[in-house]
């Protein structure tokens, strides 16, 4: 898909069914169109905005019924009246801390839909700051001074109340602050542990594995399309990058994730942020076909349980690139991407066999932001170790797209792994630094004396700029 078409859209497959009503949980608010310069909506708004952060993060979806959760079709409010100014002016208002808001919209049955991405609370619980205007009975209406907002079963925004609650809202408070903590002890007793080596093959395990499933994947779907998508869909089981990421302790010891369905839906929130073109790794679709689901496996001699999502062998569309991931219950994640360079449209002669900075950049930064987010909501993350298996390289050049030369040697190796180890501190704090270190010796592969030096060409700036030919706000770096 064209990424300028794209820019400041969820993908359809994303979010369409929640606006068609198919499926709705705490973490997704509709609500019918409304005038949201007026005081009382402002006040409700605010609150729903206050319980969704509190809740890990969410969806406030405009123009649907929040009884029937039906569409209501377009409206003649302006377009203004959902914009990122009028959100953030409520968030300004009434709650503390601030929250940076996402706006962004959702295509069903030729509408267009705002979206409000609300992001996570950080170390402190939302709280309003603010009461709503007078109502009748002379009491705030929509939102009160004071109060923590919280989801719940209905779905509605109420106040907090019980111990339950508050102990799930204020753990996941703790989890933003222990990585001070973790800091300010390591540096106290200085040195740096090592992983187990153990972690590292079973991360080298849960990536051989899952590229071995995508693979299988796209010889079972090659089997199913027309003949004419068969040559296209055998060569992306053949030509992919699988990357995986495994979240350490200070022991060297992998970190359970005891919920990775629940964790990831809270991660993607913030991941429609920073690494999100209309696509995006490790989504939780809930198109039931391709929808996230837990299998066991045997991973480094043990049974072991696994969410997945995106499985290849279900889907019906024949897309640039096909994608599938895995988060395994033992702190490790991984995505595999076929290459979108070398896609062409039907009828067009494909383009000569590269690889670009651009898409090469976007995966990297894809699996590391996930990685950070991820272990933002987890306590006790001391190493991030990182995997990347690219295959199907043999003949493939460098290009800026397929006009542009970047280097043109030719690869003679079929294939690139390369492990690397980065301190939590160090993707949380220098995250372009922890990109370079990861990204740098895959492009350096490409590396042509006169034509392409990786070393001073992957700054912070030719990063930016890379992703600014995507045409959207929602892929970028973290800041420092």
């Not at 929640?18 to 708004?45: P, S, Y």
């Not at 995250?431 to 034509?451: E, K, M, N, Q």
């Amino acid at each position: 898909m064209a990424a300028a078409q794209e820019a400041d859209k969820i993908a359809v497959s994303d979010l369409s069914d929640l606006i068609a009503g198919a499926n709705e949980n705490l973490g997704v608010e509709f609500k019918a169109w409304m005038d949201t310069g007026e005081a009382e909506h402002k006040a409700k708004l605010a609150r729903h905005i206050a319980a969704l952060a509190n809740h890990g993060g969410g969806y406030l979806v405009f123009g649907v019924d929040d009884k029937t959760r039906k569409p209501l079709g377009a409206t003649d409010l302006p377009s203004s009246s959902f914009g990122q100014d009028a959100l953030s002016s409520i968030v300004k208002k009434y709650l503390d801390p601030r929250l940076q808001l996402l706006v962004q919209s959702a295509e069903f049955e030729g509408v267009t839909y705002p979206v409000l991405v609300v992001p996570s609370h950080g170390s402190r619980p939302v709280v309003a700051i603010a009461d709503g205007p007078q109502g009748a009975n002379g009491r705030p209406t929509g939102i009160s001074q004071g109060t923590v907002y919280i989801r719940a079963a209905g779905p509605e925004s109420v106040p907090i109340r019980s111990a339950d609650d508050w102990n799930a809202l204020l753990e996941r408070c703790l989890s933003h602050r222990v990585d001070l903590l973790g800091k300010i002890l390591r540096q106290s007793l200085g040195g740096r542990s090592q992983p187990d080596l153990r972690t590292i093959e079973l991360l080298v395990a849960a990536v051989s594995e899952t590229a071995a499933d995508f693979t299988e994947q796209t010889r079972v779907l090659a089997g199913r399309v027309e003949p004419k998508y068969q040559p296209r869909v055998l060569e992306a089981g053949d030509s992919f990058s699988a990357m995986g990421y495994a979240l350490v302790d200070a022991d060297g010891d992998p970190i359970n994730i005891e919920n990775p369905r629940a964790l990831n839906e809270r991660v993607s929130v913030a991941m429609h942020r920073y690494a999100h073109y209309g696509w995006g790794s490790f989504l939780p679709l809930t198109v039931l076909e391709r929808a996230p689901q837990v299998r066991m496996a045997n991973l480094g001699g043990k049974e072991t349980t696994y969410l997945e999502g995106m499985r290849v062998e279900n889907t019906g569309l024949i897309s640039s690139a096909f994608d599938y991931w895995r988060i395994y219950e033992c702190g490790t994640a991984v995505s595999v991407e076929s290459f979108r360079d070398n896609w062409s449209r039907e009828g067009q002669p494909p383009p000569p066999k590269h690889l670009t900075p651009l898409w090469t950049l976007v995966a990297i930064h894809s699996l590391l932001a996930h990685a950070r987010l991820m272990g933002q909501e987890l306590p006790g993350v001391a190493q991030v170790i990182v995997r990347m298996d690219w295959r199907g390289l043999a003949d493939r050049v460098l290009m800026w797209d397929s006009f542009r030369m970047v280097a043109s040697s030719k690869l003679a190796d079929d294939r690139f792994t390369r492990t690397t180890t980065l301190q939590w501190t160090d993707l949380r704090d220098d995250y372009f630094g922890a990109l370079r270190r990861v990204a740098l010796p895959f492009l350096s592969i490409f590396a042509t004396h006169g034509w392409f030096q990786p070393e001073s060409w992957l700054t912070r700036e030719a990063v930016q700029n890379e992703f600014k030919r995507l045409e959207v706000s929602t892929m970028r770096l973290f800041e420092e």
